[in-house]
Structures are given as structure tokens and as C-alpha cells.
């Protein structure tokens, strides 16, 4: 999910990842694990403000580079 930065700051995020969260409840998803760069200072501190937790991080999966930086990951329960 992103949002393009001329509109970050507007609210348009919120609601766009409720409808995600609501739509992996529905679809019987019990985990939503986030991903970001560990440059994205805004979208880690967006994350952290919807309850996701760091998980870790990580420069490869399997031997490959996944991002020129570290790779930052976040999860949470999908349903309560």
C-alpha cells in the first residue's frame, strides 16, 4: 500500500487500510504483515500508529537482496 506523497498527511491512508484489514478478516486471514525500507521513517511511524509491531528486519531472503537498504517488517492479528 502507498499512498503518493504530494497526498500523504490527508487521511487517505487510514480508511485505504482499514478496507484492506476488513477485506483479509473477511477472506479468513488471521495475520497482516507489513513491509517497508527502513528509510521510510513515515511509513514505519504509520505502521506503528495502526498497532503493527516490528518484527524484523532483513537485507536478503534466501541469498538475494530484497532492497538497496534493510527491509523492515511489521505484523499484527487480522481479527481480534
Not at 16 to 32: D, M, P, R, T, Y
Request: with cysteine.
Amino acid at each position: 500500500m502507498r499512498v503518493h506523497p504530494a497526498c500523504q498527511r490527508r487521511g487517505y491512508g487510514r480508511p485505504v487500510l482499514q478496507a484492506l484489514e476488513a477485506k483479509a478478516c473477511e477472506l479468513g486471514f488471521v495475520k497482516i504483515v507489513l513491509d517497508t525500507t527502513t528509510s521510510q521513517g513515515p511509513a514505519i511511524a504509520f505502521d506503528s500508529a495502526h498497532c503493527y509491531v516490528q518484527a524484523g528486519q532483513a537485507s536478503s531472503i534466501s541469498g538475494r537482496a530484497v532492497a538497496p537498504e534493510p527491509v523492515v517488517s511489521g505484523g499484527r492479528r487480522c481479527c481480534p
